[in-house]
């Protein structure tokens, strides 16, 4: 981590939750949990994973996306830092424990849900392993999956499989998992996201369109790739098929964390004011809402002030400032009320799929409605929010569409703000929106485009780790992935 640091609650909710350890792990510790209970029943595992790592996707929002595609920055002092696009070997070894942690317990949640004939359960792992191993292999490229987390198989050197093989893999399973759900029978025990143990119609169905939602999502991560994979058909496949495989429909079909502030549900933040500490709203990212008149400034940012005190509205600071830069006011900051209890954690979002689906058509894959896409997109991230959109929002030649990708690409930077990583794998994707190179900015000005792997795996794994590099290409920060080369 470059930024001061923030205190990270995680608590355990139930026996199959283990402690974050250090950063730098084996695969053999981090796939095993010497506090698990030997046999638990398949619904007490669903809960544990929601919390986790929906709450470490707002944590990595913060640590880091919220710098690299400037949304803050530290301050008064910038230093070597994600939003100057200093990346170093250690910089992902956080990211990859983690995910292969929780991917392991996803495992462990597919294993008693087959055990248990469970076959809503065995879906929802699926999707979420998809959840999981699609951020994790968007960060890093080429990762262990089909070997990963099967130290009970004795494999504690997993191969690494190739980007594309684990895409088509995913992608596979999310279809097996549409197929899967059953909405006349409800989970057993508590749902984070849908509530689907109290209620199966909505709650099971609910999960069936984030299976599909999700689909969508890595279905256009990979665009670039139709022909090596059939891209575009299975896109169509899902849109001209509602009735099979239904998508997010309005903003109560988001894939939502909520958190009441009420043990064991705390946010991930302990203390809002670490969530302010030493930091500014960035920029870019102030204008882009300011410009939009967006009614959530208030929501989202402090107003900046003068050093002689005067209120100069909203106003933050440029990312990657050149060295010996000086400013002569305090810049925006954050409300810390987005780090406060009751706490809504966006995991995918109705808006993100209008997006998407405006992108689709902009593109010629399918056909419908851009502008009403768009706009359907905009307006509803906003609500989504708790936020009301002024009548005439899109009389503003700002907001309003006007045919182009860049302008969609834009407001879905806006509307992906504290969902993980996204905004950067968005960008790395479509090199939209195009963010200033404000005159301090390392790696050459370029934006890095993964994280190194980590350095444990390079001693432990030695002989996967190496051909996983040669494959790539190399192990660096500007080494291109499969789907983006």
Known sequence: MFKNEKIIIHLTLTASVFM???????????????????????????????????????????????????????FPSEGNTYSRYYMDE?????YWNTSYKWLKQVSDLRKYATKEQNNNYL???????????????????????????????NILKPKYDKQKDIYIQLLNDLKTANSLFNTNQALTETDLFYNANTNSQTGILGWKKFCNSLS??????????????????????????????????????????????????????????DFTAYRAAGEFFVNAMKDNNDPRMSMFFTKAKATTGED??????????????AFNYQPSNFNQNLAKAPLKILIMTYSEVQFILAELVNRGI?????????????????????????ANYFSNTKVAYD?????????????????????????????????PNNGGLQNGGQMPVRFMYPTTTKVMNADNYNAAVQSM?????????WWNK
Request: glycine share 8%; aromatic share 10%.
């Open 366 to 390: 399918i056909p419908g409605n851009q502008q009403v896409y768009y706009e359907t997109g905009v307006k509803s991230i906003i609500e989504q929010w708790g936020a009301t959109v002024p």
């Open 20 to 74: 974050l350890q250090s950063c730098d792990r084996t695969f053999e510790e981090i796939n095993t949990d010497t506090s698990k209970i030997k046999d638990p029943s398949v619904g007490s595992l669903l809960a544990p994973i929601q919390y986790e790592m929906g709450s470490y996707g707002y944590n990595r929002s913060d640590d880091f996306t919220f710098d690299i595609m400037q949304i803050a920055l530290d």
């Open 312 to 325: 100069l509205g909203y106003k933050g600071a440029p990312s990657g400032y050149a060295l010996g830069t």
């Open 403 to 435: 045919g182009s990708l860049e302008k969609i690409m834009l407001q879905k930077y806006i509307s992906l703000f504290f969902v993980d990583h996204q905004q950067w794998y968005e960008f790395r994707r479509t090199k939209l929106p195009v963010l």
């Open 473 to 481: 290409g190399g192990d660096n920060i500007n080494v291109k992935m």
């Open 90 to 94: 250690k910089s992902g070894n956080g």
């Open 123 to 153: 879906a929802i792992s699926l999707v979420l392993n998809a959840w999981i191993a699609s951020n994790l292999t968007d960060a890093f490229g080429d990762v262990p999956l089909s070997e990963a987390v099967k130290i009970e198989d």
């Open 216 to 273: 969508l999502r890595l279905l256009t991560r990979i665009l670039s790739r139709n022909g090596e994979v059939n891209v575009y058909e299975r896109i169509q496949e899902i849109v001209n098929n509602p009735a099979q495989y239904p998508i997010f429909q309005n903003n109560a079909d988001s894939a939502v964390l909520p958190l009441s502030g009420v043990s064991p549900y705390l946010p991930p933040i302990a203390r809002p004011q």
